[in-house]
């Protein structure tokens, strides 16, 4: 029997409108965020959900309340689908960042393997945390369908894994879009098929943001 994990990127907070490193500082949706979860709320509306997990950022709890709808199930927060920190640049812009740490932005964007930004997380730690996270909600949950709701850079790490693409290539693979529904599979010997990656087909284009992900350049932020 399949698991099916169903995972959906939270929606716009003004710090993603202002292109600022956002990580751990607990923001909430912004309304258009609020309205990209209604989005993803109506295109899973026919989905049986047995069991909801979130990040426990506002952010992402406030988009998994909005889809869960009428659903009786509680949420479950989980520590290990937080964002990544970002230490000392969050809160600031890329130019900022840059200003304060020449080459920095930079090295985010060309070699994302190897950034060590001060008081943060390394996209290797991420990575690690979110599998290990994926796989325990799985072990826990065999043959139901789950919700979760989490944020971009965790959500990307994660797909990446399932496709043995490297941190490296980040800023190459499809970017997750703000409440874009992430699909997998997972089969009783552990096998991931991957359904869909940052589908927002259902979100109106003026309801988008322009560019999930901006890397190496003054203007890019975390989100």
Known sequence: MKTKVIMVRHGETEWNVSCRFLGSVDIPLNEKGRRQAEYAKKALKDERIDVIYSSPMKRALETGEIIRGNRPLPILEDNGLREICCGKWEGLNGKEVEERYPGQIALWGNHPEKIKIEGGDTFQEVSDRITETFWRIVDSNRGRTILITSHMICLTLLMMRFKRTGISEIWAVKPIGNAALNIVEVSDDDKVEIISWSD?????????????LVAGRHDAGKE
């Not at 979100?203 to 999930?212: C, Q, T």
């Open 200 to 212: 927002d087909s259902y979100v109106p284009e003026a309801d988008k943001k322009g560019s999930a």
